[in-house]
């Protein structure tokens, strides 16, 4: 049973700081490469950035430079550190195991924590 829970969102000025946090089942996060996913309102969810098993990472372009994802694979927990906030990062945050092709489980989300962005 895929299980995630999110946790670390809130409401920050432009150029603060958020670190978010996963708690994923173990069965899914340790043989799986995991992601970090948002979707704001009115638009579809877009990948933020992954991560695999081993360590190795992608970003989204816009993020670049100002997040960074990390995983405790001891605690089957997953982080996005994210600094300098700008408006446009306001949305809802979600983990799921993450592929090229999409989520691994696009059935199970949990249930977001959100991320809101004054300007």
């Known amino acids: 049973q895929v299980q995630l829970v999110e946790s670390g969102g809130g409401l920050v000025q432009a150029g603060g700081s958020l670190r978010l946090s996963c708690a994923a089942s173990?069965?899914?996060?340790?043989?799986?490469?995991m992601g970090w996913y948002r979707q704001a309102p009115d638009k579809e969810r877009e990948l933020v950035a992954g991560?695999?098993?081993?360590?190795?990472?992608i970003y989204r372009e816009s993020v670049k430079g100002r997040f960074t994802i990390s995983r405790d694979n001891a605690k089957n927990t997953l982080y996005l550190q994210m600094n300098s906030l700008k408006p446009e990062d306001t949305a809802v945050y979600y983990c799921?195991?993450?592929?090229?092709?999409?989520?691994?489980?696009?059935?199970?989300w949990g249930q977001g924590t959100q991320v809101t962005v004054s300007s």
């Open positions: 799921n195991a993450y592929t090229a092709w999409g989520p691994k489980f696009p059935g199970s």
């Open positions: 173990g069965s899914i996060f340790r043989i799986n490469a």
């Open positions: 991560i695999t098993s081993g360590g190795s990472t």
